[in-house]
């Protein structure tokens, strides 16, 4: 049984958070395409995410998922294209990339928390460096929100004396500690091992009722059904079929996305 506490508020949970819901645009993608050297990852991609709504990002290693991630983080410069954050472009050469990174909330798949610091201090460093807060606020809202999530008590210890769920779930508790406009989920689950896997997912279905905005590339099928309101299914480097959970991942349309499918139901992994 997950230890993650349940969410203390939430927000409304209207059908803007459904496909075609009327929620404004939060993350807009127009157009944008990706190389490295002659390699074509990013081939063109659209895809709009809408207030309080969670978009899946499904597709083989290597399809471009964890770099279109990167890209909307400005970790990643873009070839071509624009991408928006409430309107403003954020692609623009003249925009800077930390004021950008302040109002999202970036985890990775591999927990990138420093090993010499306290799990507190890993949570609150953001907030104060980037965002300015002082230190005892920071505490405070670093402190509630590792209760949330399962990790009171747990403050000022070291992050190798926690489990590999435990790390990611300070690294989920760093990524809301700046209150961002919308996180970015980049296989949080992948470098778990399979005991561990589901208190991190209890943790992002908390947030997902919550009214979190959020893109979370993931192989876990399951997990995109129950929490996506879209799934967008890529291939090459570009959004080849997107839609409903039901409708992706029960009848897609494209024999590429039946492929990859196919292939995950003989791993067992559907």
């Known amino acids: 049984m997950s230890n993650v506490q349940p969410a203390s508020s939430a927000h409304p949970t209207s059908d803007a958070r459904r496909p075609g819901g009327s929620g404004a645009p939060v993350i807009e993608i127009q157009g944008v395409t990706k190389?490295?050297?002659?390699?074509?990852?990013?081939?063109?991609?659209?895809?709009?995410?809408?207030?309080?709504?969670?978009?899946?990002?499904?597709?083989?290693?290597?399809?471009?998922?964890?770099?279109?991630?990167?890209?909307i983080d400005?970790?990643?410069?873009?070839?071509?294209?624009?991408?928006?954050?409430?309107?403003?472009?954020?692609?623009?050469?003249?925009?800077?990339?930390?004021?950008?990174?302040?109002?999202?909330?970036?985890?990775?798949?591999?927990?990138?928390?420093?090993?010499?610091?306290?799990?507190?201090d890993n949570v609150t460093l953001g907030s104060v460096r980037a965002h300015?807060?002082?230190?005892?606020?920071?505490?405070?809202?670093?402190?509630?929100?590792?209760?949330?999530?399962?990790?009171?008590?747990?403050?000022?210890?070291?992050?190798?004396?926690?489990?590999?769920?435990q790390q990611q779930r300070v690294a989920l508790c760093r990524a809301l500690?700046?209150?961002?406009?919308?996180?970015?989920?980049?296989?949080v689950t992948s470098a778990l091992d399979p005991e561990l896997v589901g208190d991190v997912l209890d943790a992002v279905r908390g947030l997902k009722e919550e009214g979190m905005t959020m893109i979370i590339a993931t192989h876990e099928m399951s997990f995109a059904?129950?929490?996506?309101?879209?799934?967008?299914?890529?291939?090459?480097?570009?959004?080849v079929e997107q839609g409903s959970p039901e409708?992706?991942?029960?009848?897609?349309?494209?024999?590429?996305?039946?492929?990859?499918l196919r292939r995950l139901l003989a791993a067992g992994r559907i």
Not at 225 to 239: M, N, P, Q, S, T
């Open 132 to 165: 300015r807060e002082g230190r005892k606020a920071a505490r405070d809202r670093g402190i509630e929100l590792l209760e949330r999530f399962g990790l009171g008590g747990r403050e000022d210890d070291r992050p190798d004396e926690l489990s590999g769920g």
């Open 35 to 71: 190389s490295f050297g002659d390699r074509e990852v990013l081939g063109g991609i659209d895809l709009t995410l809408r207030e309080h709504e969670a978009i899946a990002l499904i597709g083989a290693s290597g399809s471009g998922k964890s770099t279109l991630l990167r890209c």
């Open 74 to 120: 400005l970790l990643v410069e873009i070839d071509d294209g624009d991408i928006f954050l409430d309107g403003q472009v954020i692609t623009d050469p003249s925009v800077d990339p930390v004021s950008v990174r302040r109002k999202l909330g970036f985890v990775f798949q591999a927990f990138n928390l420093f090993p010499h610091m306290k799990v507190i």
């Open 225 to 239: 059904r129950e929490v996506a309101d879209e799934v967008a299914f890529l291939h090459e480097g570009r959004i």
């Open 177 to 187: 500690a700046g209150r961002p406009r919308a996180l970015l989920l980049d296989e």
């Open 247 to 260: 409708k992706i991942l029960t009848e897609p349309d494209r024999p590429e996305t039946r492929k990859f």
